[in-house]
Structure formats: C-alpha cells, structure tokens
C-alpha cells in the first residue's frame, strides 16, 4: 500500500502534484476563469462582507493558516487573524457576528480546533471548515466548508494535507475578491498561476537526488535555522517543524528579517541556514541577509528561483524551483524542505512514518 515507496511519507510527498490537481478539479475553470467551491458558495456573500476573518488551528495547519492570512488580504482585503486553537479557546477571544472563523484541520478531529470551532459557534460567528477527512467530527460541526481532497494521509508529518490546504485558501481568497478587490486580468493570471504548480511540483520532486546529497551532508547538525518572508514566512516555520518532529534535530523558522533581532547571535560555522530565496518583491532583502550569515561562516542552503546565477555565489547549496508569481510559491517551496527533512531522517535511521512522542491525530488537548 506504499505503492513502491519506503514510507508513506515519500509516497505522501510525490503524491503532491496529483493531489494538487485533486484539490482544483471541478473548482477551478480556466475556460471563463471562474470558480465554483460547492460547500462555501450558498455562504459567500455573508464571507465576502465579512467584518474580519479569524483562523484557527494547530501545528501544520496554523501554518497553512499563515499563508492564508497573507492570500486573503492580498487579494480580497479582508482583515485576518490567525489563532492557535489553543490559545484561541481560552483567553477570551472577541467575537461578534459578522466575524467568520475559519477552522482548518486535516483530520478533522483535533480537540483544540474543535474547541474553538464551537465556542465561535456559540458566539454567533459564522464557521467554516477546511478539512481532509470526509464525515470528520470538525467537518460535520461546521456551518460550511471546503474539503482538501488529498486523500487519506498515513504518515505523521503532515505534507500532503498542507499543500492541499493552501491550494483551498487560495481559491478561496480569489474567489472572495472577484468583481471586488481584484481586476478580472489578474484573476485569469492568478488561476494560470496555480493551474501550472502541479508540474513544476513534480519537477521539483525530480530533483531529490540532489536534495538527499544536501542530506547527507547535514544529518548530524545540531541545529537548524530557517528564513523566509511574505508568503514563504510560514514555509520556513513548516520547513522547521517537519525537522524537528521527525529527525529530532533542532530547527526553528523565523521570518528573514527578524534574524538580527536576536537569532544572528546563534551563527557560526556550525549553523546551516536554509533561506527561501524566490525571486519576488524582497528577494534582494533576502540576499543581504544571506550575506550576513556568510560573513559570520553558517552554512547556507538556498531555495531559489531557477535560473538565478547570483545566489550561487553566495550559498553552499542551492536548490533551484521554477519561477511561479509570488502568491504560488508556498506550494513549490515547501517541497525541498519536505524531502530534506525525510532525507535527513532516514540518514540517521530515524522511523519517520511513526515520530517518536507524536499521534496523528491530537484528540486530547
Ligand atoms: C505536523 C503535524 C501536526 C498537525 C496538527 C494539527 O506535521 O502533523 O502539527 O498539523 O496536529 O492536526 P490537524 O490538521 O489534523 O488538526
């Protein structure tokens, strides 16, 4: 049932480009450039008004719920929080009712998020799901919502599940901006955009030859930095989460520029520093940073957009991705940090379908 794979992790990572295709079908039209999401749309309006949008969630989906944060304001300007479901159900959030919360879950099943879905509930907001598993208890609770259709997800680390979300909130964010926020040329780029991420994901997984070489020189680093901004800030937080949870190595993400605010003072020659470096509106930001922890003599692996001469000069790695618009990239650059954390985790014999300490569904708060 690893149909040929040796986890069901690597299978869940190169499902990716189908599931990214699952996820769209039937929702996205490129023939008129619309978009038909069958379980919000009797709900959009009442979600286009809304006064504020607030997502919760834990662990991976808080990530995807980041990224979330920075589609729907991008393209339909509505104010988003983001909310540890945790944190979120006990320190008396204000809800009224022209507030959406949004609850993203790819078990469906999580306490916390259920938590949270209810007390929204009960405070009169209108709640919305985004969900893997079909019939889930999050699933049936919810007002309305979208299913992620990645197809069941055995391994414990989330990535399937993660892409899939992303790809929802995006669809999501366009269509809550169509004939309002955002011009009609810019819809039609933006679906072309995310229509084309399937096979640059798969030619991105094509690389993992290489990605795994970058592995082997890595697997006995103590820690592990990662930094990124925009829409790939919550990469890096995700990048260093599937680190920690199945290598047990240390890693933290942090946005780039924040690094001087504290975390520079970790590097040395010891520290490898994993940059996402896409070519977009900060890239040359991003660059002095790199530069920054290569004058102090950490190590650093770059994501960078493919044809990008300049970066290689500067890091020891580069892993190149081809070039998306700047909202797509999360889907693209998630997936070499994906395949480095699995590598890595099976260089130092690690069983990375069953991390120890961790279940894959939270049931208990
Ligand atoms: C990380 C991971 C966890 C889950 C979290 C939420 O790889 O799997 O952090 O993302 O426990 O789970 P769901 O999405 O099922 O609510």
Known sequence: ?????EHFMLKEIFEQPSVMQDVMRGRIHLEDNTLHLGGVKDHLEKLRKAKRIIICACGTSWHAGLIGEYLIEE???????????????YRTPIISPDDVVMVIS?????????AALRMAKEKGALVMGICNVVGSTIARETTCGMYTHAGPEIGVASTKAFTAQVIVLYMLALALSIGRTIKDE???????EL????????????????????????????????????????VALEGAL???????IHAEGYPAAEMK???IALIDKDMPVIFIATRDSTYTKILSNIEEVRTRKGKIIAIATEGDQEISNLADHVIYIPYAAAPVTPLLTVIPLQLLSYYIATERGCNVDRPRNLAKSVTVE
């Open 1 to 5: 049932e690893k149909g040929g794979f």
């Open 75 to 89: 393209f339909a300007r509505i104010p988003v929080e983001v909310d540890y479901a945790s944190e979120f159900r």
């Open 106 to 114: 790819q078990s469906g099943e999580t306490a916390d998020t259920l």
């Open 186 to 192: 810019e819809i039609a780029l933006y679906l072309k």
């Open 195 to 234: 229509s084309e991420a399937p096979q640059k994901a798969a030619s991105i997984i094509a690389q993992h030859a290489d990605i795994r070489a970058i592995a082997k020189v890595y697997k006995d680093a103590r820690n592990f930095l990662y930094l990124g901004r925009g829409f790939n800030f919550p």
């Open 242 to 248: 599937k680190l920690k949870e199945i290598s047990y």
């Open 261 to 263: 605010h504290g975390p």
